[in-house]
Protein backbone atom coordinates (compact mmCIF):
# COMPACT_ATOMS: atom_id res chain seq x y z
CA UNK A 1 0.00 0.00 0.00
CA UNK A 2 2.99 2.43 0.93
CA UNK A 3 4.73 1.91 -2.81
CA UNK A 4 0.57 2.89 -4.38
CA UNK A 5 0.58 5.95 -2.84
CA UNK A 6 4.39 6.64 -3.35
CA UNK A 7 3.87 6.11 -6.75
CA UNK A 8 0.09 7.86 -7.21
CA UNK A 9 2.08 11.35 -5.39
CA UNK A 10 5.08 11.09 -8.16
CA UNK A 11 2.61 10.75 -10.51
CA UNK A 12 1.04 14.16 -9.32
CA UNK A 13 3.70 15.86 -8.94
CA UNK A 14 5.20 14.78 -12.65
CA UNK A 15 2.13 15.86 -13.79
CA UNK A 16 2.56 19.37 -12.37
CA UNK A 17 5.98 19.49 -13.57
CA UNK A 18 5.14 19.00 -16.96
CA UNK A 19 1.74 21.41 -17.50
CA UNK A 20 4.01 23.52 -15.52
CA UNK A 21 6.72 23.47 -17.73
CA UNK A 22 4.62 23.87 -21.21
CA UNK A 23 2.76 26.75 -20.15
CA UNK A 24 6.17 28.58 -19.44
CA UNK A 25 7.69 27.14 -22.74
CA UNK A 26 4.52 28.43 -24.56
CA UNK A 27 4.19 31.47 -23.47
CA UNK A 28 6.55 34.00 -25.78
CA UNK A 29 8.01 37.38 -24.63
CA UNK A 30 5.17 39.49 -24.34
CA UNK A 31 6.34 42.46 -25.26
CA UNK A 32 7.91 41.28 -28.01
CA UNK A 33 4.96 39.23 -29.72
CA UNK A 34 3.32 42.97 -28.80
CA UNK A 35 5.40 44.20 -31.96
CA UNK A 36 5.31 41.00 -33.68
CA UNK A 37 4.39 42.67 -37.42
CA UNK A 38 3.16 39.42 -38.57
CA UNK A 39 0.25 40.58 -36.34
CA UNK A 40 -2.99 42.92 -37.54
CA UNK A 41 -2.86 45.55 -34.83
CA UNK A 42 -7.21 46.73 -35.59
CA UNK A 43 -6.55 49.47 -33.04
CA UNK A 44 -4.44 51.51 -35.49
CA UNK A 45 -6.04 49.87 -39.10
CA UNK A 46 -8.00 47.14 -40.74
CA UNK A 47 -5.13 44.76 -41.70
CA UNK A 48 -4.43 44.34 -45.62
CA UNK A 49 -3.45 41.83 -47.66
CA UNK A 50 -2.55 42.09 -51.45
CA UNK A 51 -2.15 39.11 -53.36
CA UNK A 52 -0.99 40.24 -57.21
CA UNK A 53 -3.49 43.31 -57.79
CA UNK A 54 -5.59 42.00 -55.26
CA UNK A 55 -6.35 43.79 -51.88
CA UNK A 56 -8.08 42.54 -49.22
CA UNK A 57 -8.95 44.04 -45.51
CA UNK A 58 -10.26 42.25 -42.52
CA UNK A 59 -11.48 44.85 -39.30
CA UNK A 60 -12.48 43.14 -36.00
CA UNK A 61 -14.72 45.66 -33.60
CA UNK A 62 -13.67 45.61 -30.76
CA UNK A 63 -10.15 46.04 -31.78
CA UNK A 64 -8.41 44.03 -29.07
CA UNK A 65 -10.09 40.86 -30.23
CA UNK A 66 -11.61 39.88 -27.00
CA UNK A 67 -11.80 36.09 -26.24
CA UNK A 68 -15.03 34.79 -24.93
CA UNK A 69 -16.90 37.79 -26.55
CA UNK A 70 -18.80 38.36 -29.70
CA UNK A 71 -16.64 39.93 -31.84
CA UNK A 72 -18.12 42.21 -35.41
CA UNK A 73 -15.99 41.40 -38.05
CA UNK A 74 -15.98 43.15 -41.68
CA UNK A 75 -14.44 41.47 -44.34
CA UNK A 76 -13.71 43.88 -47.74
CA UNK A 77 -11.74 43.53 -51.21
CA UNK A 78 -11.32 45.92 -53.85
CA UNK A 79 -13.73 44.04 -56.51
CA UNK A 80 -16.49 41.46 -56.34
CA UNK A 81 -15.42 37.82 -55.43
CA UNK A 82 -17.36 34.64 -55.02
CA UNK A 83 -17.94 31.57 -52.98
CA UNK A 84 -16.41 33.48 -49.81
CA UNK A 85 -15.08 30.81 -47.19
CA UNK A 86 -13.88 31.59 -43.56
CA UNK A 87 -12.31 29.63 -40.90
CA UNK A 88 -10.59 30.69 -37.45
CA UNK A 89 -8.40 28.37 -35.92
CA UNK A 90 -5.24 28.67 -33.29
CA UNK A 91 -1.96 30.09 -35.53
CA UNK A 92 -0.14 28.05 -32.29
CA UNK A 93 -1.93 26.03 -30.67
CA UNK A 94 -5.09 23.95 -31.73
CA UNK A 95 -8.45 24.92 -30.28
CA UNK A 96 -10.86 23.42 -33.00
CA UNK A 97 -11.98 25.14 -36.32
CA UNK A 98 -14.22 27.91 -35.68
CA UNK A 99 -16.30 28.99 -38.44
CA UNK A 100 -16.56 32.51 -39.88
CA UNK A 101 -20.30 32.91 -40.95
CA UNK A 102 -20.63 35.35 -43.76
CA UNK A 103 -23.67 37.81 -44.75
CA UNK A 104 -23.59 36.70 -48.12
CA UNK A 105 -20.97 34.96 -50.00
CA UNK A 106 -20.83 37.43 -53.00
CA UNK A 107 -19.65 41.06 -53.10
CA UNK A 108 -17.21 43.23 -52.28
CA UNK A 109 -18.14 43.90 -48.41
CA UNK A 110 -18.68 41.04 -46.07
CA UNK A 111 -19.43 40.92 -42.56
CA UNK A 112 -20.86 38.58 -39.15
CA UNK A 113 -19.91 37.62 -35.39
CA UNK A 114 -17.59 35.92 -34.27
CA UNK A 115 -16.90 34.16 -31.13
CA UNK A 116 -13.51 32.01 -29.77
CA UNK A 117 -12.71 30.62 -26.23
CA UNK A 118 -9.26 31.67 -24.12
CA UNK A 119 -6.12 29.94 -23.71
CA UNK A 120 -4.65 29.61 -20.62
CA UNK A 121 -1.11 30.88 -21.36
CA UNK A 122 -2.79 34.30 -21.99
CA UNK A 123 -0.87 34.73 -25.51
CA UNK A 124 -3.16 33.78 -28.07
CA UNK A 125 -2.48 34.08 -31.80
CA UNK A 126 -5.46 33.21 -33.82
CA UNK A 127 -5.53 32.86 -37.53
CA UNK A 128 -8.39 33.68 -40.10
CA UNK A 129 -8.40 31.63 -42.92
CA UNK A 130 -10.07 32.91 -46.49
CA UNK A 131 -10.50 31.31 -49.42
CA UNK A 132 -12.50 33.06 -52.71
CA UNK A 133 -13.20 32.41 -56.41
CA UNK A 134 -12.95 35.61 -59.16
CA UNK A 135 -14.31 34.41 -62.55
CA UNK A 136 -12.40 30.69 -62.57
CA UNK A 137 -9.28 31.33 -60.32
CA UNK A 138 -9.68 30.43 -56.57
CA UNK A 139 -7.31 32.42 -53.98
CA UNK A 140 -6.75 32.06 -50.36
CA UNK A 141 -4.90 34.05 -47.54
CA UNK A 142 -4.58 34.11 -44.13
CA UNK A 143 -4.71 37.08 -41.35
CA UNK A 144 -3.13 36.07 -37.85
CA UNK A 145 -4.09 38.40 -34.59
CA UNK A 146 -3.65 38.50 -31.00
CA UNK A 147 -6.76 37.55 -28.95
CA UNK A 148 -6.97 39.79 -25.72
CA UNK A 149 -4.47 42.42 -27.11
CA UNK A 150 -5.62 45.06 -24.16
CA UNK A 151 -4.60 42.85 -21.58
CA UNK A 152 -1.11 42.30 -23.39
CA UNK A 153 0.23 46.19 -23.45
Known amino acids: MHSATL ?26 SV ?43 DRPVSNLKLRVEGRDMFMGVIPMTP ?17 SSGYMVWRVFVSWQQGTEQYSTWFDFLADRHKQE
Open 7 to 32: SKLFCAVFSLFALLGCDQAKVPNVTQ
Open 103 to 119: SATEGETFEGQLIFGSC
Open 35 to 77: SDPSLCDFSVSACVKKLGEQQISLMLNPEYAPSEKPIHWQLGF
